[in-house]
Structure formats: C-alpha cells, structure tokens
C-alpha cells in the first residue's frame, strides 16, 4: 500500500504583516495532486492543521476543501490528529459529518473512534489512542497508534497524574500495550504524533523559530527508542524540517511544513513523505518535494544601489534584508527599498564602524548648547557614529515646533 504522510499545515498562518492563503491554496492542491498521481491508498496529515485555535473563516474552508479532495470524495481513508497550534475540540467538532467523506478526525489523546464503514472502508477493531482499518482492493489490515499533542493538563487527564513517572515511561507503555495487542506481521502497523521527539544519545532537534515550543510540564523529552518494534512506521508532526529520526529499516519521520513560515527556515526544500509498505516487510520513503509558495531569503548588502538592483530581480520572494553601511539609513533611502520590492519583511539597518566591545563613553559637556549636547550624546550611544545631517535637521524641526 502507499501513504502519503504530511503536517504542520499551519493554515491562517501569517509572516509578519504578510498573508500566506494565497500559497496554502496552491501547496495544498499541490498536496491533493501528488495523492493522485502516487495513487495513495491513505494520507496520515500529523497535526498542527491549522495555526492557531481560533483559524479564519478562510482557513476552516480550505481545510476541509483540502481534506475532501484528498480523500476523493470519500473513496480514500484521511487521518488527521490535532498539533500545539489546534483546539481539540475544534477538530473532533465535525468528526460525525467527516466520516461519511471518508474522513476520521482525531483532536484528543487516547481518543477512541466508534468501528464504522463507508463504501470504501472500515474501522474494524478500535481502543483509545488505536484503530484498524480494512481498505477496498487491499488484503491485509491497516493498523495506526495515534497520540495527537497533549499539554500537561490533557497528559493529567488521559494518562494520569503519576510524578515519579516520566511522559516518555507512560508513551512507552501506552504504545507497547498497542501494539503487543493489535499488532502483528498480518497487517501494517503505523503510529502517528504531534510531539516533541529526538533520537536517543542524537543530537537535540530545534524546534521552529517563532513557534509555541512544546513542553509537556517538567517531564523529560520523548525518544524514538519508546516507539514499539513493531510499528513500521512513524509519521511525526511538529518540525518544520523534513528528518528522520529513526533507521533506514523503521523510518520515524517529520515530513516537515508544506512552505517556508520562519527565515529559519529560508533556503530549505518542503515535503511531503511518501511510504509503500507491506505486512511483515520493511517500508520505502520517497520524499516528494513541493514547489508552490514564495521563497524566503535573508540577504546582507552594502550599498543601496546593489539592493535596489537584486530586489528588482527577485520580486516573488519574501526578504529579510541586513544593510550594512557607513552611517544609518536615510528616509529616502528606506521609502526607495520598499517601493523596489512588496516583500520585505524586515529591514535591518547595521552600522559597519561599529564595535560593541569598544567603549565609547566620556564625559560630556552639559552646559553646552542643545544641539551639540544631542550629537555628544548620539555619538556616545551609537559606538562614535556622527549623527547625519537628516537626523539633526529632524532634531532641529522637533526643539523648534510650538504648540
């Protein structure tokens, strides 16, 4: 069977001042597209849906315009489980309607979904936090652990209140007692989760700039090593950059965000991950790279003239835009950057003769004239950089104005 596995959707979301809809509508049919060229026979989407727990009216639409066309219609089983950005509530909320589109919608840990069937396939065995399914035109079952995010009040709630006892301890069990139960080499056997994971004794992942960090209290980070020997594959929500964490053999794997949504991420290649499994059997991952959306760039100039140039020719790209120059910014200066270019996002001024370690006080003369004493004290505060002559004529407009 094939499964195409992707999260961290974050639809609504926002770069600073700038609106993404226009770039979730074409990676999201870019998404659907791949599902029907690979001829999916299920889609694992891990989480962080929607960006935050109030989405937009724009944002709930393309959901579930998304969901309707990867599940075609109904004939495709989708699977999707709440992140740290979703309300719950809000994604178990049309679960009943969804499941006659083929659609299982899962917004609580260890939730437990009632067996049904549609034309196309059934839940034949469920618990909490576990399903299988029995799809058309395949002759084994498909078995998925599912742990949606949970915050230390849901952790309480559904796993209980235990403090000698680590999340990671409590995940460990929860899943080995899954799987020892359900799992066996007759069926694949998958798990998917929106958490916080690094391999054990690897190096510890960062989480995205500028998103909530997850931590679940003061319990210690989750491993892969607490994934059951039994599950094939991992599909994982919450980082933004495509990884595996696991082996080549039993894949445990962030499929990353479908577009670029922090300048830490500039540069990087989005994904969706593809897996062709079999019971008994190791899976294969092809990573798919998505083409849609607006490239990030963090760029440093020296000179306005060059600036201008390269804004002109990158026009359909957000920017973060270091210039580096002898003296600060003038207005002019800044009004013709941004009229080159609609997509800066930052613009960030950096004086070159400046040096945080040399120590440029002294004392000053505070009998002297105002005007001198502000440049005295502009020099000081700014590493010895005289005060230009926009500034003072800026200064001067401001001592002279009378109410």
Known sequence: MKILHTADWHLGKRLDRFPRMEEQVMVMQEIAAIADEQNADMILVAGDLFDNFNPGVEAVELFYKTLKHLSRNGCRPVIAISGNHDSPSLIDAPDPLARECGIILIGHPRAHIAPFKTEYFEITRSKEGFIELKIENLDFPVRILHTPYANEARLKEYFGENKEEEINKVLSDTWKALAEEFCDDTGVNLLTAHLYMNKKDGPVLEEPEGEKPIRIGNADMIYSDCIPEQIQYTALGHLHGFRNIGTAEKPVIYSSSPLCYSFSEAGQTKYVSMVEAFPGKNVSVEKKPLKSGKALVRKIFSNVEDTVQWL??????????????????????????????TGIVHLIPKIKNLNPAENHSHEMNLNQNIEPLFKDYFKSKNGGQ??????????????????
């Open 386 to 403: 005289e005060a230009n002559e926009e500034l003072m004529n800026l200064f001067n407009e401001i001592k002279n104005y009378k109410l």
């Open 312 to 341: 002109k020719e990158n026009p359909n790209t957000f920017i973060e835009l270091t210039l580096e120059s002898e003296t600060f910014i003038t207005a002019d200066e800044r009004k013709l950057l941004y009229q080159s270019h």
